[in-house]
């Protein structure tokens, strides 16, 4: 147990009486009220018609896929620094994932890789909002339109991020959430899908369901999954919900405390906001460059983890690891060096100010001793 963790869920008394509610009803599967009022919120909060809640958010991405008819013979791009999920699922189809690197500005997808990638079996890209910066998204929906190809958002990371006053998750042809317990708002393992397209809506809901005729029960149209997402995990997703933008300020202002106290330092790099962009620093994240910072990342990060305050490396770029290896097909020196320089800081909403000074000054303290002790 660390003091100070990179991320931890945030419940209270609201989360706990919806809780019960369910439990008293005895709707504590797929079925019940919270459900149906999760989807609508938070399709409301995110400004897209039609949320479908899943299991997870890897079924999330799986489901909209499935439901796009990607399949085997089709290339979906992904960038390179992500997590495991987002090229899992498209692996799950039997489609070709295409890797590209990031931007270094803001470490998303760059859409001029993206561009460089799309041939003629291209079906869908898949940008991710990473840490809670959105993507580019004007760039990328203009290649998506010009090549006819689908656009499905992995919002896992961003839940009220906004691209030029818009919402990540409001773009893309489909968008994809994830509520896991570290999340900006969580219902322990759960999902959704938005779109605002009426009929893969509902082709999602099928496909979450079994592959089941929603008229016509236990007749089953096509070969489905189970993906459905329980009364109880959206009882609490609701809650979360109300305080979702509470959640996001505490970000924003722990994000301006570290962006204050950590500023200067030679060889580090703050957690970027473009001026197209809203960060909700989902975690509040810097880049250590070594040949100037006189630490390096990882060693800072073993100073850190002593003093009881947990760190995270960023992600290892997909392309380096044995199993997808082959589906890298362009160099990656942008994704290389940020995946090395990167490291998560402590970004739970239940940090106090005091808390996140202090956290800043310890990260201060071993950067500027390191060499000269
Ligand atoms: C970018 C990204 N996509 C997808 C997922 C998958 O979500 P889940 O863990 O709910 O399956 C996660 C995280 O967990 C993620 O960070």
Known sequence: MYRYPVAEPDLGEEELRNVIEAVKSGWISSKGKFIEDFERAFANYIGVKYGIATSNGTTALHLALVALGIGSGDEVIVPDITFAATINAVLYTGAKPVIVDIHPEYWCMDPDKVEKAITSRTKAIIPVHLYGHPCDMDPIMEIASKHSLYVIEDVAEAHGAEYKGKKAGSFGHVSCFSFYGNKIITTGEGGMVLTNDCELAERMRMLRDHGMNPKKRYWHEVIGFNYRMTNLQAAIGLAQLNKIDRFIEKKRRIAKIYAEELSGI???????????????????????????????????????EKEGIETRKFFYPLHEMPIYAKYS???????????????????????????????ARKIKESILSWKTL
Do not use: C
């Not at 320089?341 to 956290?359: M, R």
């Open 266 to 304: 030679p060889g580090i790099t703050l957690h970027p906001e473009m001026p197209w962009a809203k960060n909700v620093y989902w975690l509040y994240s810097i880049l250590i460059d070594s040949s100037k910072a006189a630490i390096t990342r990882d060693e800072l990060s073993e100073k850190l």
């Open 329 to 359: 097909v362009y160099s990656y020196p942008v994704a290389t060096t940020i995946s090395r320089q990167g490291l998560n800081l402590p970004s739970s909403t239940k940090l106090t100010e005091e808390d996140v000074k202090f956290i």
